[in-house]
């Protein structure tokens, strides 16, 4: 059951433009939201979260967007850097629930 | 190095024998989980312990894995009779929270299994 789904295996996108990854979720019941940067030969590294009573939440180059009519968020990234090709992983989870899941994951380059 | 750390990196093990991934995690975390990615996959839910017990194990087989998370040491996952399908990356994250006070989860680098 793939709750959470990262529909594009990945993005590529030149030095300076903007990188838009996109995720789409099933559960009605999250209510956080959260993506996640991996660097080959590591573990995943906490990027930017957002809450379900926000539409928007901003971190330097980095805004997240959630559309829960759509059941839909987003990562924006600007400008992109060579530096942030890596796979980025959308997650949710439930206040009070046990776990987070997460997508499949995006590979995006950035080409300089 | 006060993240959480993983042993080993790599482990090769032949079809048949036990295969036991060790997790400490970041100081001060009480929470401890495990996720597998497999080869072009995102990263699958297996386990969720807190010291002394599990709380949500129901992403895990029901076979060949057990977790164990003791007052003292490590979290240790461990896989018996190996099988090729379970070659992948397993990752361990801790939190200082459970996940449903929305802390975000701090991984280890992951143990990389082989089974040949």
């Known amino acids: 059951d793939q709750q959470v789904k990262q529909n594009s295996p990945s993005l590529s996108v030149q030095e300076g433009r903007i990188s838009i990854l996109n995720c789409d979720y099933t559960n009605s019941m999250f209510d956080y939201f959260l993506w996640y940067k991996k660097y080959p030969a590591e573990g995943p590294t906490f990027l930017i979260s957002i809450s379900s009573i926000k539409d928007k939440n901003e971190d330097g180059r980095f805004t997240v967007f959630l559309n829960k009519s759509a059941k839909h968020l987003s990562l924006h990234i600007v400008p992109s850097q060579p530096g942030d090709s890596a796979v980025y992983f959308c997650a949710a989870s439930v206040t009070g629930g046990f776990k987070t899941i997460f997508g499949a994951g995006t590979r995006l380059f950035v080409k300089a | 190095n006060a993240g959480v750390m993983q042993n080993p990196r790599h482990l090769v093990r032949r079809r048949g024998q036990e295969a036991r991934l060790r997790c400490s995690p970041m100081?001060?975390?009480?929470?401890v989980y495990w996720y597998r990615q497999l080869p072009e996959e995102g990263l699958k839910f297996m386990v969720y312990l807190q010291k002394e017990n599990i709380i949500d194990e129901s992403g895990m087989p029901k076979e060949r894995f057990s977790a164990e998370f003791p007052k003292e040491g490590p979290s240790i996952l461990r896989i018996q009779q190996v099988v090729r399908g379970d070659s992948a990356a397993y990752f361990c994250a801790s939190s200082p929270q459970g996940t449903g006070s929305n802390s975000p989860l701090h991984f280890g680098n992951g143990t990389r299994l082989t089974v040949t």
């Open positions: 100081k001060g975390h009480s929470h």
